[in-house]
């Protein structure tokens, strides 16, 4: 039995599947945050959250790497970690310098540092030759119009350290540029009270499919899981709709999206990681929009699990552990399986969510999570805003997507609004 430290986690799903992949892997884990109320607020009136189920929980100022690390190192000198992780991305390169300082198995913190900065990422990319969109790395509003001038629009403009789409905004003239520069400028501190970059990204505005190939990476090698094709909504915004896992690509792009995701995390430099990289199918070939050294959220790691028998979340356990992990598959009687999320439009108060009642007794039906009434509701402008999601297998092809997008036709939100 092996016993692992998790610094902080999201409060939603991979919060909930890290802990049960350690639990089922027959080991434990110390749980370290700095505001223990956050978790506290964040479960369901009634019950705990899962991460508080810890053999040991313990807060700390997780902010202040520097400062934790002693802290740390106090800690495993009485408790004995044999492996340091998160599921919470702002918490990435800090579990790296930690499983450093203590000397245990992970990614360098060079490598999960450039990966988790935007811009260090497009750096580090075109050194290596890795294709992804024109940019320009801008310290503010005069400089990003600069730049836009020279870049041409549409354009994305984007925070280089946030998550979930968070302020990413397509802009077609220098007015809407303005107004996301500011927008961005007005978040100076992210959900964990971590002061952010004073810089954005600016990008060519990618035509064509999107798409994420889930990898590990381990002992310098990097093996493809498979690929999940993603449905985006929600302009100017972009807004995760849904997801499926294999995604059906024809077999020259499924190859090229590989490929290229495959050569990101190697120019990066990752290794001992289970990752998530976006890319772009343009007429041109694959763009590498992000590369995020953990596992895929939004429910992306139940689909591969349904359709593979794989579970992302005890694979990074495994390789965390620094132990190979078993990537062989198993007929789990599905071709595809797809989640689809209900994605508000207006802001006010939840009332009800008509026509799910019948959901729960289909028997293609894998998941159904939905909000409860008198929620507050805010029109989506990232993934943060969900009013549930709805996730379908199929057992004879590709046909999970359409199955899960008429389900969620019938589901009729009302919103009382402000």
């Not at 595809?336 to 799910?356: K, Q, Y």
Request: net charge negative; glycine share 10%; with cysteine.
């Amino acid at each position: 039995m092996a016993h692992l430290l998790v610094v902080e986690s999201w409060v939603g799903s991979m919060s909930r599947l890290l802990p049960r992949a350690i639990r089922e892997g027959g080991h434990e884990f110390t749980f370290l945050t700095r505001d223990l109320h956050h978790y506290l607020r964040a479960a369901p009136e009634g019950t705990a959250h899962p991460m508080l189920a810890a053999r040991n929980v313990l807060t700390a100022e997780t902010n202040d790497v520097d400062a934790l690390l002693p802290v740390v190192e106090r800690l495993h000198r009485a408790l004995g970690f044999d492996a340091v992780v998160t599921s919470c991305d702002y918490y990435l390169p800090a579990v790296a310098r930690i499983a450093a300082r203590l000397g245990l198995p992970g990614p360098t913190p060079e490598s999960v540092e450039n990966a988790c900065r935007k811009d260090t990422t497009r750096r580090v990319l075109g050194e290596a030759g890795v294709p992804g969109p024109r940019h320009a790395v801008c310290a503010g509003r005069a400089e990003a119009v600069e730049a836009a001038r020279e870049l041409g629009f549409p354009l994305v403009v984007k925070p280089v350290d946030l998550c979930a789409g968070m302020y990413v905004r397509r802009v077609d003239d220098e007015r809407e540029l303005s107004e996301a520069c500011r927008a961005i400028a007005g978040f100076p501190s992210n959900a964990r009270d971590q002061l952010r970059a004073p810089v954005l990204l600016l990008e060519e505005f990618l035509e064509g499919p999107e798409v994420s190939v889930e990898t590990v990476s381990f002992g310098g090698t990097t093996q493809v899981v498979g690929v999940t094709d993603k449905s985006l909504g929600g302009a100017p915004a972009f807004v995760e709709t849904g997801h499926m896992f294999p995604a059906a690509l024809a077999p020259a792009d499924l190859a090229a999206a590989e490929d290229t995701a495959t050569r990101a995390v190697g120019a990066l430099g990752l290794d001992a990681v289970v990752a998530h990289t976006e890319i772009k199918l343009t007429a041109a070939g694959p763009r590498v929009v992000e590369v995020n050294p953990r596992p895929a959220g939004n429910r992306i790691t139940e689909l591969i699990r349904h359709v593979t028998g794989l579970d992302l979340a005890a694979v990074c356990v495994e390789v965390a552990l620094g132990r190979t992990p078993d990537l062989r598959r198993r007929d789990t009687g599905l071709r595809s399986a797809a989640v689809g999320f209900l994605v508000p439009d207006t802001a006010g108060t939840l009332e009800s969510i008509e026509g799910s009642s019948r959901l729960h007794a289909l028997e293609d039906v894998l998941e159904v999570q939905l909000a409860e009434p008198g929620r507050a509701v805010k029109a989506a402008g990232s993934n943060n805003e969900y009013l549930g999601h709805v996730m379908a297998g199929d057992a004879g092809g590709f046909g999970a997507r359409a199955r899960v997008e008429s389900l969620l036709s019938g589901l009729r939100p009302r919103v009382a609004v402000r």
